[in-house]
């Protein structure tokens, strides 16, 4: 098995998306953003950095980072305890804008290229949150978040699908008033049994 520590600097000097992040609005470097060791038992699959996380280095230093700590039941302080919780997001870098100033999605070459070899590297944690459509796409296979999110209870407590904790996804929240009352005590039990 290989070392966390090893991948984690391999991927801090990963630069095969220069090109791509040159081209798009924000005109940006790589800037690869890793936070795991292989002690975790919570792994957090989210989706790529924001334009915030690309500037302080730090996953989820964010508005999205505010809510998820907060439907997880956890200070700052425990959500960065690197030894109990990994983020491990599809792409590590900030994927850019596009020409309209929307997000860009993750750059598949991040996830081909380091997925597998990191997630032999943390061995198996015993509660994996997926945090959006490509991180559900690539550990549960096809679907809609919706859908994943409403049967979550065919993946807990070993895995609970969840939306992206943008502010984009509040009208999401308001039509399914039971991702709040059932799913969330629910996630946040079983953080509270692991940690």
């Not at 907060?70 to 491990?88: C, H, K, P, R, T």
């Not at 900030?94 to 860009?104: A, E, H, I, K, R």
């Not at 895995?159 to 969330?184: C, D, M, Q, T, Y």
């Amino acid at each position: 098995m290989e070392n966390a520590r090893e991948i984690a600097s391999q991927i801090a000097g990963c630069r095969l998306c220069t090109d791509r992040f040159a081209a798009t609005k924000t005109a940006h470097g790589p800037r690869p953003v890793t936070w795991f060791t292989s002690s975790a038992q919570i792994l957090i699959a989210g989706q790529a950095p924001g334009a915030r996380v690309h500037a302080s280095g730090r996953p989820f230093t964010d508005p999205s980072g505010d809510r998820l700590r907060n439907w997880m039941g956890l200070s700052e302080e425990a959500f960065y305890d690197i030894s109990q919780i990994a983020i491990v997001p599809m792409a590590f870098c900030f994927p850019g804008y596009s020409v309209n100033g929307s997000d860009l999605p993750p750059p598949p070459i991040c996830a081909r290229t380091w997925r597998k070899r990191l997630l032999n590297a943390l061995g198996d944690p015993a509660l994996t949150l997926l945090i959006g459509g490509a991180a559900q796409r690539w550990h549960l296979g096809a679907g809609r978040v919706t859908d994943r999110v409403a049967d979550w209870r065919a993946h807990a407590p070993r895995v609970f699908p969840l939306p992206h904790p943008s502010w984009r996804n509040n009208a999401w929240i308001g039509k399914h008033p039971w991702f709040e009352k059932e799913l969330l005590p629910a996630l946040r039990t079983r953080i509270k049994e692991l940690l």
